[in-house]
C-alpha cells in the first residue's frame, strides 16, 4: 500500500455539500445586501417580505438564525425578538 486512497462517494458527496452551503451563503449574503438597500431607501414593507424569506431559508435549509432587519437591529424593542419568531414560523 502507498498510503493513497481513492476518493469515497462520500468524501464526493461532502464535498458537494460544502460546496452547495458556500454557495447558499454566499447568495444569502446577497439577499441581506438587498433587505439592507431596501430599508435604507424606505422599502421597508419589501425589505420585511424579504427578510421574512430569507429566514425561512436559513431555518429550514442552513438550520441557522437569521440577523435582525436593520430597523430592529438600529433600535431594538422588547416586541422585536417575538416578531422575528413569528416571522419564522412555516405557517404564515
Known amino acids: ?7 469515497t462517494r462520500f468524501s464526493r458527496e461532502d464535498a ?4 452547495y452551503r458556500r454557495v447558499a451563503e454566499y447568495t444569502l449574503q446577497q ?4 433587505i439592507g438597500y431596501l ?4 422599502k421597508t414593507k419589501e425589505a420585511r417580505v424579504l427578510a421574512r424569506n ?3 431559508i436559513r431555518s429550514r435549509l442552513i438550520r441557522q438564525p437569521a440577523p435582525p432587519l436593520p430597523s430592529e437591529a438600529a433600535n431594538p424593542s ?3 425578538a417575538s416578531a ?3 416571522s419564522a414560523d412555516p405557517r404564515m
Do not use: F, K, N, Y
Open 1 to 7: 500500500m502507498d498510503g493513497t486512497r481513492a476518493p
Open 16 to 19: 458537494d455539500l460544502r460546496r
Open 31 to 34: 439577499l441581506e445586501w438587498c
Open 39 to 42: 430599508h435604507a431607501i424606505h
Open 54 to 56: 430569507r429566514t425561512v
Open 78 to 80: 422588547p416586541g422585536a
Open 84 to 86: 422575528r419568531r413569528s
